[in-house]
């Protein structure tokens, strides 16, 4: 996939005065304001977007692509909220339908990957009065103690924000004591859209927009890292993603404490917003590079694989993306039940090659980033497959 480069672009006699204003703006590494945000989600067609953000990508990262390998660990899918996106959640009133892990259960979870080589548990679930502070502050002893190597990213503002309300504590100390029990990062979900004007509608009664934004804050002021996100293509407008990208930039701005922006796309499986139809792969497109445009203080892009699907995740690659997320080994169901992958999990193998037959540079990451293993030359037992060798047969 090869987009024009941003010299075409900026030649382009035909471009109108506002996409050359931003066009020039992005070349010249000067940010973009909240208007022209606007006008690229209103008027920027598909191709000018990519220039501009494999612009962007290639400055950064060139032709790197990184990936991780994890799994995820859902101690309950039975949630006391009623987030109207949400096919994951069981309900309280269909409690027999989910699942409630205890600390062993998820213990024993964990203690499954103690031969296979991830590097991160990705831990998120529903809202339940049983998860609370001393849950996880247990939890995440256990983890660590019985394996340092293994980075926990855990929870997100909505747990944070209900377990700290319920043990009547503030957010500082409460994200001090998680610290204290062995979190490393936070996830960057939660997030949907900050605007009360859709939270309200699809994830009332959770955590506020400014409730999520000042527990990212605390958790940065506390020197940790986190991710960011934002659920898209529902019944948002274009002004209500402008606003959520800029009060990202503007916290990012104050800590520098977000590593990641993943972009989610609404699927409409099982969940009461079944009757919207989907975002199209054009418009996921469009929202990766104004998002790779946009967040200029931010390092990384991720298209999530399991949620948009592994073609969508290649192209991606040409539209400021620069993270494929991680392995996943089919540990979670958020995804699936709303209409993503079946069974979420890709070789390591597998993601090199996905990150290679688009140009890509494959690395393997750490949570925080740090090059674990570097791809590019590494030679798999079927390479010569695709490589156009054809063996003869020996008489
Ligand atoms: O907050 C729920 C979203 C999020 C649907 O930080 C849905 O590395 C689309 O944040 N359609 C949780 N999205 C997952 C998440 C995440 C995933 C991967 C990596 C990271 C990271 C974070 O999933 C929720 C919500 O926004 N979600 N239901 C749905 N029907
Ligand atoms: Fe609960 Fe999260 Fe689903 Fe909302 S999105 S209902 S908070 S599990």
Redesign the pocket.
């Known amino acids: 996939m090869s987009n024009p480069s941003i010299h075409t672009v900026l030649r382009d006699s035909t471009l109108s005065a506002n996409l050359r204003a931003i066009a020039e703006k992005v070349f010249a590494g000067d940010r973009i304001s909240p208007e022209e945000g606007q006008v690229l989600f209103d008027e920027a067609p598909l191709g000018y977007l990519g220039a501009l953000a494999n612009f962007i990508r290639e400055k950064r990262h060139g032709d790197k692509t990184y990936f991780n390998r994890n799994f995820h660990v859902e101690p309950t899918n039975v949630c006391l909220y009623t987030?109207t996106?949400?096919?994951?959640s069981r309900r309280i009133k269909k409690r027999e339908d989910g699942w409630e892990y205890s600390l062993d259960d998820i213990m024993d979870i964990v203690k499954g990957y103690d031969d296979k080589p991830v590097t991160e548990v990705?831990i998120?679930g529903g809202v339940l009065p049983q998860y609370d502070v001393p849950f996880y502050t247990e939890l995440f002893r256990r983890i660590r103690a019985h394996r340092p190597d293994l980075h926990v990213?855990a929870l997100?503002p909505?747990e944070y924000h209900y377990i700290f309300k319920k043990a009547k504590i503030s957010y500082e100390e409460g994200m001090a004591l998680m610290k204290e029990a062995g979190l490393q990062s936070?996830?960057?979900?939660?997030?949907?859209i900050f605007h009360p004007e859709i939270r309200d509608q699809i994830a009332g009664g959770k955590c506020s927009g400014e409730e999520w934004l000042r527990i990212h804050e605390i958790w940065h002021e506390l020197g940790m890292r986190?991710?960011?996100?934002?659920?898209y293509g529902h019944i948002e407008e274009y002004r209500h993603r402008v606003d959520h990208l800029e009060k990202l930039r503007q916290l990012q701005d104050k800590t520098g404490g977000f590593q990641?922006f993943?972009p989610?796309?609404?699927?409409?499986?099982?969940?009461e917003?079944s009757h919207l139809d989907e975002s199209s792969v054009i418009e996921d497109l469009r929202n990766y590079a104004i998002s790779r445009i946009y967040l200029d203080n931010f390092d990384h892009i991720?298209a999530?694989w399991?949620?948009i699907g592994r073609d969508t995740a290649q192209l991606s690659l040409a539209f400021g993306v620069d993270d494929i997320?991680?392995t996943i080994d089919d540990t979670?169901r958020?995804?699936s039940?709303?209409?993503?992958e079946q069974n979420p999990a890709l070789s390591t193998e597998q993601l090199v090659k996905m990150i290679r037959a688009v140009g890509r540079h494959p690395i393997e990451r750490g949570t925080l980033y740090e090059v674990i293993a570097d791809y590019k030359d590494t030679e798999f037992a079927d390479d010569k497959q695709y490589r156009g060798y054809t063996s003869l047969p020996v008489v």
């Open positions: 987030c996106f949400c096919s994951y990705h998120v990213k997100t909505v936070m996830p960057g979900g939660g997030a949907e986190s991710n960011a996100t934002m659920l990641t993943i989610l796309k609404f699927r409409n499986k099982n969940n917003l991720k999530y399991p949620m997320d991680g979670t958020i995804y039940m709303a209409g993503g």
